[in-house]
């Protein structure tokens, strides 16, 4: 799915209104009713009072037009103008007018401290007073207001978007925006709905089609894109009947030291597992009888050091090298990466300590293959590419890192973001479940298995990305958060290539597929 950035929006606003000769006020009218039959389907009448809270922009029309249908339909509404400003939009003062003459139910005006309404944990509250045009921090009485709606516990239908919320920067602090229980976004969800330090104000959210311009919403090219089932499905490579597992490509996974031969067992099955057709381990020696009976599908080469890496020497042709799981970061082993580097021609996987290596060698970047793949967490990828001071500055450092590198960035987290050639990537798949040991080692294995067999690096990140999140999503359901080890994400990968094919069941699936 797109991710449309404040500018693409207000274009494709213009761009609906000219081209399919509606007014503005007429959008807003579609807008406002997408939320009333969203509430009315599941509110079904319910008299629970409805606090709508407007700003004066267009946000705050939204809200009116909200508030007009509710009050129509016999809903139990009390309507506020938060005005923080006199500068109100044509449409949010058509709609005010709306809502005095259709209605006869007067919004109330809150000014300040003393106007804010008492509202109980069992009310609703619909938050319509800042949208995408908020531009600069909000007032302290607004932000008191936030506090207050915040303090209710009431669930808060928050629209467009968290107000409060920019769509580019990070909020001062976390009362400068109102904590939404869900929200309904027009046009696509906004870019913040998915970083660490904003995408907590709305972890439930819904994007409502407000029919704009097919041709902008198909023609738009988007710098993020937020990748769900729908994005998956045209980058997976069926099999056809007659294949054999030559086709499928070796892959070698270059990797362990003394007390870390698990990772490499993790990640070997993990390549295997996402479909490889054959998977050597190179490991220090003490690793050979731990892979060989943990994982008998694997082939292993061993090392002449008993306890870690000090020469990779094969002899045969692999399609795609993984290096670093469990390497550590002996002298030798970091020289035994350098010829490998110097030497290797083949796609590549690097993560762990193979990231760390190269924080500590920058020289070896340049030896990389084009299209390497990288999956650092954030610690690594600190290392990688410096200190950041806000997740904007972080994906733009990222993407400079890419891109003079020309390396696949994977940033692991919540919502894993892959950079390359200028673009974000933005899995929609995983959960806490995955805040778990190995869970690193095994994406490895899956991004490298799918290298092995044909996608192309970058596809092959992004699908791995998404299918390990989602064997998670379903592992959990039988293991739970905390009982979810990697193993299960290994166990479960055949159930989320298969769930590609799946219609969506549950409405909080089809939240993520349609994502
Ligand atoms: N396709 C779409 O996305 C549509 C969007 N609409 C709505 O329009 C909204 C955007 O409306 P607007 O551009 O009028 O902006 P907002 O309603 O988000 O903001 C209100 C106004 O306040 C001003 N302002 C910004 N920061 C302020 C601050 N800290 N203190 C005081 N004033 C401040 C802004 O200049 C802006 O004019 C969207 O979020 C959405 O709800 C819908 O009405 C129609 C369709
Ligand atoms: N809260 C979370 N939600 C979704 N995915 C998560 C979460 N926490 C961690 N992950 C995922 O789990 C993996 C952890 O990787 P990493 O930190 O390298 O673990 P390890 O080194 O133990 O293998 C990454 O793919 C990351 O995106
Ligand atoms: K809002």
Known sequence: MKLFSKEQIYEGDQLTIERQKISSTDLMERAGTQIFNWINLRMQGAQVPIHIFCGIGNNGGDGMVLARHLILEGYNVKTYIVNYSDKRSKDFLINYDRVKNITKKWPEFVHNQDDFPEIKQDHVIVDAIFGIGLNRPVADWVKKLFI?????????????????????????????????????????????????????FTINWEVLDIGLDSEFLTNTNTTFNLIGKYEAIPIYIPRDKFSHKGQFGHSLIIGGSYGKMGAVTLASRG?????????????????????????????????????????????????????????????????????????????????????NILSNHPHFLELLPEETVLTPHPKELERLIGTWSHDFEKLEKAKEFSNKHKVVLVIK?????????????????????????????????????LISQGYNPLSAAVFGVYLHGKSADIAVEDYGYQSLIASHVIEYLGAAYMDLFKQPETSSEKHKDDA
Do not use: W
């Open 148 to 200: 207050h709606l915040r303090k209710s516990k009431a669930f808060t239908l928050s629209i467009d978007i968290p107000s409060g919320l920019q769509t580019d920067s990070i909020p001062l602090d976390d009362d400068c925006v109102v904590l939404a229980s869900y929200t309904l976004s027009f046009a696509s969800p906004k870019l913040v709905f998915f970083l660490p330090k904003t995408g907590k």
């Open 413 to 449: 987290g919540a919502n894993t973001i892959t950079v390359f050639e200028n673009k974000f990537y933005i899995n929609a798949t995983g959960n806490p479940g995955l805040s778990t040991a190995g869970s690193g080692d095994v994406l490895t294995g899956i991004i490298t298995g």
């Open 271 to 355: 390549a295997l597992s996402a479909g490889a057709g054959l998977v050597t381990a190179f490991i220090p020696k003490c690793g050979y009888q731990v892979l060989q009976s943990s994982f008998p599908e694997a082939m292993v080469i061993t090392d002449a050091n008993d306890d870690y890496i000090t020469n990779v020497e094969f002899n045969f042709s692999p399609s795609v090298i993984a290096f670093g799981i469990g390497v550590g970061v002996n002298m030798k082993t970091v020289e035994a990466f350098k010829v490998l580097l110097e030497t290797n021609k083949v796609p590549m996987v690097i993560d762990a300590d193979g990231l």
